[in-house]
């Protein structure tokens, strides 16, 4: 806590007795019972060594509890010094709990003086403060009238000196009223100091001396001792108080000074005055600028955890009675308020964090616990509201679903069948539900009989009746809006009345239950009729689950921690004997169900109310947010009900619930009757499933497959369609909701099917039933693809022998993943091809042979052939099958077949790999061949593949064959004049070498659709030596040079490319010289030396090319340095 360095200025006048003045009878926060024992001795002292408490200690105890001091003054013209000090005495705090609450982040909940100090608590201050108190560090303690002071000395550490600390407290009616402390400290909590002080006097209070108000003494005193007294202080600290006791002198010698216009004088040891408001010490300055840093870390450096802290500590206040829960969070509220990031973020059309969005959640939810204290003032209740309007009014308020707008039903004013247009309140704000709240009382008589008495009581009137506020049993029903009776719940057990929320909460769980009764018995009289119409009424807009109120999370705190014990100071004292207070009655056995269970008790109510919500039918939320914590909360509650011990009860109450919920119809999310846009249930069921099948498989069955749906994804069933078991029901037929979570709600879809999937290994009728499911109702082949692979490791554990009925499964989700990402594109798809084939395998051969006899539905003919067809045909899978020779053949044959089909179907791409696959079966080889051969005229295959296909036949034996594919791909190509780097340039080389190799004709062949193909002069030049070095149809022997006569270059067919070689030099130069930089000259000398030499190569070459450079130094006379370096190299 942030200590001031003086204390402020008394506003308790004293004066001798006789004087009066008008008062007002003081109000006392309501907190925890303070004192312990009943007698005058220390607090801490054994109960075993006290004596019988006396009279006078008893009512000065009291007094000190209620009265300010002045009232006692003015109600008695004389109080005797004995009284005086006893009353003095008892003025002080009693109990630990508030000062622990008042130094550390600790909920109270724990003895503050225990132990098991870990990570930060060891410094906290209060942990410290004890700390100090344990190792003598407290010394010259004094209590003057209502004023505690002493020094605390800080022992030396291995960064900071020794640190002695004047401390003062003043207090009154138990409570601590104001802190200082020297040390200097900044913070919200009271510093150790503070503690260490106010500990000493708690737990030694006989070890400290205690004086009269100082008022008191001195008025025992005479003239001269008066005077003796001021001019001592003033010698004593006459540098700090001369300035001050100079202008008092002043002041009161002048007779019109404002000083003597005043009866009396003030006194800060004598007490608070009746104007004084009774509560602890709040620095509210500190918590401003605490709020105000860790709003402006950002959710950085732990900020969002200390805010979550703060709020942890207003509820405390709150449980405690405390007054300055509501005060410190009107504090933190308007720090929120005004942080800048939210109009920054109104400005830019953004939205705020998560973290940042449930800070603002939970700010809401406090101020409706506070709004809804039974216990508030009309005037306090009606100065909040106006508070919370005038926030709420505020352009920059959040709303209560993020940016969006909404359309939830009014908390007071719930119409059970309203139509929806009556239901949409726009713009609710983050306050509004409890400005609604505002509204609320708790006058009704027959709320207060159910928070005031034990059931059943004396609850015997009316039973049995719908409108009757008693079940059959007797006992008491609250039928409010379910949200907002659990906000009722939530405010009571805030402000410490923990009996009274858990009576509530009964009285809600049994209403539900009754509710859902009543909706059953609804739906089966309507059955007929609405699966004929095929539609039904909205019955819930706004679910329990994901409500900005969390109700059902209310309701199961308040059941589920009455097992603990709050403490002897709380004033749930003893909850845990009160708690089985409730001799619940058995249920009445169902006619057509299982027995009831021979008791109930508020673990099992707690269980049962979670699965009512849960399993509730309610429309997805609009929004990112909303949705978000739907998840959230949905997922959070399962893990509080995964935490409950299993028993019979748990399983009654699970089973009887599961049944309930499969027939409820339109009223849960788990009937027959499901809407378009209702929230799915696969993580709930999935719980319910897991729970449910040690004691039940087929009804943890039911639930599971039932709860599989993903109506959203799904057409509108039409009206009167009763061949299909669950009918899909539009809300607004219109309507695509945006549903931002899809992704996670497949995500828990998926791992539903697959707990189930694991579940019935060994069962075929289960598996053949989930496998149905899944492929009805899964719609990503993402999901189904992980399906088929758990199923997979399923089967194939390494422990047992392989399940052949799951691996069929496995390859069936498979073959469905084929058929959906068949014309899509998904960039694990090769990875799925590869899967299949691998499960495939394990099923077995007839497996792989159905796949390739109907690939076309399957896969493409590439995968089917580079994938499928070479798995199946490779070492590996022979191997793993152990096949012999017949089934080898078989499913080889069938392998070269779908590699024939592919190859007709897309021969670009499968030629080749067809090709390859036929290779050891001749008739099939040449029916491949022949399909590439007929496509390279046909079907636009390009050079790339068909060079391809040819080097691939040269290098098998099959030159000829080769060379008419490689004519066939020389027609396909152009390469320009610079394109000297084409990378078909290699295959064009390698096309003449094996023309040139087969004979004359083929080379005389081939030589025209060079020339026609390539006007690249550097490529022309290269092929046309080539030509010239053997003789055509004469391949060299190695270490031996070829025998025969080398073709002329003045005859067909090199004539003609030694002409087109020619040409493209002359063409090519031209074309360089039109844009050519001096930076390029001398790679075009170069080049121009290259031209020469085939020039040369001609009989008149000399000539031809001297009157090329001629021809040149003419057109391109301007080019001056470039010209001189061609008369240098070339004359």
Known sequence: MAERVQQ?????????????????????????????????????EPSGSRSPETLLDIAARRVAEKWPFQRVEERFERIPEPVQRRIVYWSFPRSEREICMYSSFSTGDEEPGGGGESGDEPRLPFRRGIALLEGGCVDNVLQVGFHLSGTVREPPSSSEPELLCNVSVSFDRCKITAVTCSCGSKDIFYCAHVVALSLYRVRMPEQVKLRLPISETLLQMNRDQLQKFVQYLIAVHHTEVLPTAQKLADEILSQNSEINQVHGAPDPTAGASVDDENCWHLDEEQVQEQVKLFLSQGGYHGSGKQLHLLFSKVREMLKMRDSNGARMLTLITEQFMGDPRLALWRQQGTTMTDKYRQLWDELGALWMCVVLNPHCRAEQRNLWLLQLRRWSSVDVCPLEEGNHGNELTHMTNVLPHAPPALLMQPHRTVFTRAIEACDLHWRDPHLHRIISQDPPHAFCCHRGLDSAPFDARGWPLWREHVPTACARVDALRSHGHPREALRLAIAIVNSMRGLQQKQLELYRAQKKELLLRGSTSITNLEGWVGHPLDPIGTLFSTLMETRQDDGPDCPGTNMRKTLYYLPFHQYPPASDGPPAPPEDCP??????????????????????????????????LLVRLQEA????RLVWILRKQAEQLLEA????????????????????????????????????????????????????????????????????????????TLSHIETQQCELASTMLTAAKG???????????????????????KLAQDAFKIATLMDSLPDLTLLKVSLELGLQVMRMTLSTLNWRRREMVRWLVTCATEVGVFALDSIMQSWFSLFTPTEATSVVASAVMSNATVLRLHLDSAQQEKLSCSARTLALQCAMKDPQNCALSALTLCEKDRIAFETAYQIALDAAGTTGMNYTQLFTIARYMEHRGYPTRAYKL????????????????????????????LSHSLGKSELAAVIPLVVKSVKCATVLSDILRRCTLTTPGMVALAGRRSAGKLMSLDKAPLRQLLDATVGAFINTTHSRLTHISPRHYGEFIEFLSKARETFLMAHDGHAQFTQFIDNLKQIYKGKKKLMMLVRERFG
Not at 716 to 729: E, F, I, M, N, Q
Request: overall charge neutral.
């Open 665 to 740: 119809g339109p009223y849960s999310g788990l009937g027959e009757v499901l809407y378009r846009e209702s929230v799915p249930m696969h993580t709930f069921a999935k719980y319910m499933f897991m729970s449910l099948l040690p004691h039940d498989a087929e009804l943890a069955y039911r639930i599971g497959l039932r709860a599989m749906r993903l109506p959203v994804l799904e057409s509108t069933a039409p009206s009167g369609d009763l061949s299909r078991p669950h009918h899909l029901v539009s809300v607004v037929p219109n309507r695509y909701p945006r549903w931002f």
């Open 645 to 648: 011990e299993p028993n019979q």
């Open 763 to 785: 069962d075929a009728h289960k598996l053949d039933a989930v496998l149905e499911s899944v492929q009805k109702n899964v719609h990503s082949s993402s999901h189904i693809f």
């Open 8 to 44: 402020p200025p008394a506003k308790r006048l004293c004066c001798r007795p006789g004087f009066s003045a008008s008062c007002r009878q003081g109000q006392r926060a309501a907190g925890a019972p303070c004192g312990g024992g009943g007698s005058a001795s220390a607090p801490g």
């Open 603 to 636: 673990m099992s109510l707690a269980v049962e109310a979670a699965l009512l919500g849960l399993g509730q039918q309610r429309v997805m939320p609009d929004g990112l947010y909303a949705q978000e914590k739907l998840c959230r909360h949905e997922e959070q």
């Open 966 to 993: 490689a004519t066939s791909a020389m027609t396909h190509l152009n390469l320009s004049y610079n394109q000297d780097t084409h990378p078909a340039i290699n295959d064009v080389l390698w096309a003449c070498a």
